[in-house]
């Protein structure tokens, strides 16, 4: 049962226009959603997080949104970067009754073009 | 440390031999997990260990895969006889407390291992 899913292998977006990611989820007790962005040979690094009671989260370039009704958050990168190049994680946690346990989808890689 | 230490970063090993894993947290993490990329695939959770809890081993694929963690502190995920399938990138993670929701926690580079 994949509870939370990236429907999206992989994404190619022009510098300095906007990525979005997506991610869907089943389960409506997580409590918290997280992005994770890895590059090849390092483990994933935390990106950011919104808590199911919020719709909208941002930090600088980065911001996520969540549709609770829809089950459904997507991460926008803008403007996007070389840098950005990355697999992006989709991360979902039910911490209250299932401790710190995240819940990964399958990741999209992400190629932004010079 | 400064941060999660993982080791060895590569592993080539034998179809049937056992393999044994190590994870290094960072210091003061109460909580340490496992996970597994297999080629192609998200992140598979594997076991979490919390405090002086019973570790969650529910992501354990087999029961040839086990895990240990000695005094609060470094963890050896082993694999028995080892299959091909076992092939995968293993990351292990820390975090204070179990975790909190908005930051998640800190993974280690991974060891990479390969059954031939």
């Known amino acids: 049962d994949q509870q939370v899913k990236q429907n999206s292998p992989s994404l190619s977006v022009q510098e300095g226009r906007i990525s979005i990611l997506n991610c869907d989820y089943t389960?409506?007790?997580?409590?918290?959603f997280l992005w994770y962005k890895k590059y090849p040979a390092e483990g994933p690094t935390f990106l950011i997080s919104i808590s199911s009671i919020k719709d909208k989260n941002e930090d600088g370039r980065f911001t996520v949104f969540l549709n609770k009704s829809a089950k459904h958050l997507s991460l926008h990168i803008v403007p996007s970067q070389p840098g950005d190049s990355a697999v992006y994680f989709c991360a979902a946690i039910n911490f209250y009754n299932q401790g710190g346990k995240l819940i990964f989808g399958q990741g999209t890689e992400l190629s932004v073009k010079p | 440390g400064a941060g999660v230490s993982q080791s060895p970063s590569n592993k080539v090993t034998e179809k049937g031999k056992d393999v044994e894993l190590r994870c290094d947290p960072i210091?003061?993490?109460?909580?340490l997990y496992w996970y597994r990329q297999s080629l192609g695939q998200g992140l598979e959770f594997l076991i979490y260990f919390q405090g002086n809890s019973a570790p969650d081993k529910s992501g354990l694929p087999s029961d040839r895969f086990s895990a240990e963690r000695t005094g609060g502190s470094v963890s050896t995920l082993t694999i028995q006889r080892t299959q091909q399938e076992d092939s995968a990138v293993y990351l292990c993670?820390?975090?204070?407390?179990?975790?909190?929701?908005?930051?998640?926690?800190?993974f280690g580079s991974g060891t990479r291992l390969t059954v031939v």
């Open positions: 993670a820390s975090s204070p407390m179990g975790g909190r929701g908005d930051y998640g926690y800190t």
């Open positions: 210091s003061g993490h109460t909580a």
């Open positions: 389960n409506s007790m997580f409590d918290y």
